[in-house]
């Protein structure tokens, strides 16, 4: 069994110790840092109790319950910060990622105390991976948050419908990587080639 | 296999629309596109799960929550693509205001819901409600729109109600097909619809492309791309 809540309070207490210390401008980040931390334990003890009451396997609950909640748990500090704080939106999308890199990251560290550390290939493709689809999927709705938060009509609807494009990337994912053979690395290697385009075509396009 | 090659065809086509709405997306700056792309990219992606779902786990999904939100997704971004080219036109001012010409869309919601009735004797009761009132709120804009066929000048607007008209009644093909006939041949009417939804999504790009093209349009210009009255 794995005390999710001790690694928790391992992992943060360092970066809470260092939101007092460190410059303003790196501490709204390291704020992010942690709330995708938290938003990672949450989401954990949601889906576990969805996955009881809907009496669905841990397959079915990897690909069908946990994206689900991921996403939405996810977007909630950054929809706080921009709806109390009526930030730029440029401001929210640097959130977006920064919670979208908190939450892989202890994710990462759970799946670590969980399996082990010997297989150093595997770790490097689901450490690359599963961090290049949380980045992905935090992109996707950081892109249409960019587009369509402008217009008041919009935003409600256009933010539902950008989350619900997510949660399903994020489940077409777990799918594959959950596939045996060759799978996890086409999956993973999937996830990083669309960060590379996005690097390479998009960013400048969107930037402009 | 029929079901995997079938699925497989709408996907590429889905995603070389989702690839041209995105590129004009992002050169030509213009809302529709940019909604037109979210629309094709959820679709891609429901139908992508789907096919994932076939593929890897060899059956359809159990819970189908992740699937059912993409559908959502594509419809909202369906009615929210209807709504834009709607406000553009000016046509909230211009159209019929006999109230029978509001009243006569509400036949849509009324079949929605009941449609979404019937479907909870196989399905979930939540899924159905919210493809209900999507579908219902979708088909409710179309068939006002179409209704006042003649009021509407616009070619592409009307083009552009009738294929998401078509869009929705292939949908609701596939629903009700599924609900009677099981195999997964051709001679299944499920992949009737299947196709017809495939032939229809992609005639959404020319008209976009039509509709944006009378919008930039100079007034003095439009009639070039209108019907008179």
Known sequence: ?208 | MFEIIETLIQLIVIVICMIHALVYAIAKRRDLWTLMAFFYGSYALGVSYWLVCIVFLGETPKVSMVSDFSWYTTYLFLFLVFREAFAMHGYVEAVSKKPIMFVIPVIAPIFTFSMAIFYMRFGAVISNVIYALLMGMLLYGLIYVLLNFKVVKSKSFRALCLVAFLFCVSEYGMWTASCFFEGTGISNPYYWFDIMLTVTVPVFIPIIRLEIKTQTAPVKNRNKWEVAE
């Open chain 1, 1 to 208: 069994m794995t005390y999710i809540e001790n690694i928790y309070i391992c992992l943060v207490a360092p970066l809470f110790l260092a939101v007092f210390i460190v410059r303003k401008s790196w501490r709204k980040s390291l704020v992010f840092l942690i709330a995708g931390m938290s938003c990672c334990v949450i989401s954990a003890y949601i889906s576990s109790f969805l996955a009881g009451n809907l009496e669905a396997d841990s397959a079915t609950a990897s690909h069908a319950i946990s994206p689900m909640v991921e996403e939405i748990v996810k977007f909630m500090p950054v929809f706080f910060y921009k709806l109390v704080f009526r930030t730029e939106k440029k401001s929210s999308i640097h959130a977006i990622l920064m919670v979208a890199v908190g939450f892989a990251t202890f994710e990462n560290v759970c799946y670590l105390t969980t399996n082990g550390s010997s297989n150093l290939l595997n770790l490097v493709i689901r450490g690359f991976g599963t961090g290049a689809m949380h980045v992905v999927c935090g992109v996707m709705i950081s892109v249409g948050m960019f587009f369509l938060w402008d217009r008041e009509w919009l935003r409600p609807l256009g933010i539902a419908a950008v989350l619900g494009m997510a949660i399903t990337f994020h489940a077409i994912f777990n799918i594959i990587v959950a596939a045996p053979g060759i799978w996890c690395y086409v999956g993973s290697v999937f996830t990083i080639s669309l960060i590379l385009i996005y690097l390479v075509f998009l960013k400048k396009k969107l930037s402009e």
